[in-house]
């Protein structure tokens, strides 16, 4: 399978063509099941090419309604990225939450959602 991405670690915004060979997860990277990519400018670029045809990852953000203000929402994100195959794990977390004021940006609301935290990305007096 061919892939074609945009590589987004950095401004320039390298094309890149990536040759995934039909082989099983587990058997990626291995001889004869090695994946390349071609059009990137640095290493960066063909780490982040690999892992977004083998394990892509995201940054999840959305919003927890703060239940001693009315009306009041405080945005949140994870802290680190996740598999983008644990989405629907975290966001049906996210949903479930409630927090209090105050609240400041960085706080963690909670501390283990695939792997990693939900924290908050305003501050709320
Ligand atoms: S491949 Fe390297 S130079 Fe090109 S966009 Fe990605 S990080 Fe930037």
Same mark, same amino acid.
């Given at each position: 399978?061919?892939?074609?991405?945009?590589?987004?670690?950095?401004?320039?915004?390298?094309?890149?063509?990536?040759?995934?060979?039909?082989?099983?997860?587990?058997?990626?990277?291995?001889?004869?099941?090695?994946?390349?990519?071609?059009?990137?400018?640095?290493?960066?670029?063909?780490?982040?090419?690999?892992?977004?045809?083998?394990?892509?990852?995201?940054?999840?953000?959305?919003?927890?309604?703060?239940?001693?203000?009315?009306?009041?929402?405080?945005?949140?994100?994870?802290? #680190?990225? $996740?598999?983008?195959? =644990? /989405?629907?794990?975290?966001? %049906? @977390?996210?949903?479930?939450?409630?927090?209090?004021?105050?609240?400041?940006?960085?706080?963690?609301?909670? #501390?283990? $959602?695939?792997?990693? =935290? /939900?924290?908050?990305?305003? %501050? @709320?007096?």
């Amino acid at each position: 399978m061919n892939r074609d991405l945009i590589c987004i670690i950095c401004p320039r915004g390298c094309k890149m063509s990536v040759d995934v060979p039909d082989c099983t997860l587990s058997d990626m990277g291995k001889p004869g099941c090695e994946i390349t990519v071609v059009g990137n400018s640095c290493k960066r670029g063909e780490v982040y090419a690999i892992s977004e045809c083998t394990n892509p990852q995201r940054s999840i953000t959305s919003t927890v309604r703060v239940s001693n203000r009315e009306n009041v929402m405080v945005s949140v994100k994870t802290k #680190d990225t $996740v598999s983008k195959n =644990k /989405i629907f794990e975290v966001m %049906k @977390v996210i949903r479930s939450l409630s927090v209090e004021a105050p609240l400041e940006i960085g706080d963690e609301l909670c #501390d283990n $959602v695939a792997g990693t =935290k /939900i924290i908050a990305t305003k %501050k @709320v007096e």
